[in-house]
């Protein structure tokens, strides 16, 4: 015979994970944030590298814990990670990759791109 205490799994199984019948949501919008060991592997780049991006103003976190200085970034960041690598990869200094991508221009030809 089964005990009347329910286990944590089966909590979890009796949840309604489908929008109710009138369309409205059940679960509220997370705002999702990457660690930056999960950042770096999303977007090819080291973690000695996103620490310097970040002391240089060039790729900033979303949020950094000041208890313990965890960097945290958001989904939407891992965008120019691509366009920083591939300058840098063509031998842009640092330096001048922050006004490469502030270029209106830049911006304009290599996100209008991907989204069409």
């Known amino acids: 015979m ?8 089966d909590l979890l199984f ?5 929008s109710p019948p ?3 949501r059940i679960l509220s919008d997370m705002t999702a944030s990457l660690s930056i ?3 770096s592997g999303a977007t090819y780049l080291s ?4 620490w310097h991006y970040h002391e240089v103003g060039l790729l900033e976190p979303a ?7 965890y960097r945290y970034y958001r989904p939407d960041q891992i965008g120019p990670a691509p366009i920083i690598r591939r ?3 063509l031998e842009m200094p640092v330096e001048r990759l922050k006004g ?17």
């Open 47 to 50: 973690v000695k590298t996103l």
């Open 14 to 18: 009796d949840q309604q994970l489908d």
């Open 100 to 116: 490469a991508l502030d270029a209106t221009d830049l911006r304009g030809q290599v996100f209008g791109a991907s989204r069409r």
């Open 37 to 39: 060991g999960e950042y």
């Open 87 to 89: 300058l840098r990869d």
């Open 22 to 24: 009138g369309g409205d």
């Open 2 to 9: 089964r005990s009347a205490a329910r286990r944590p799994r």
């Open 63 to 69: 949020h950094v814990d000041l208890s313990s200085g």
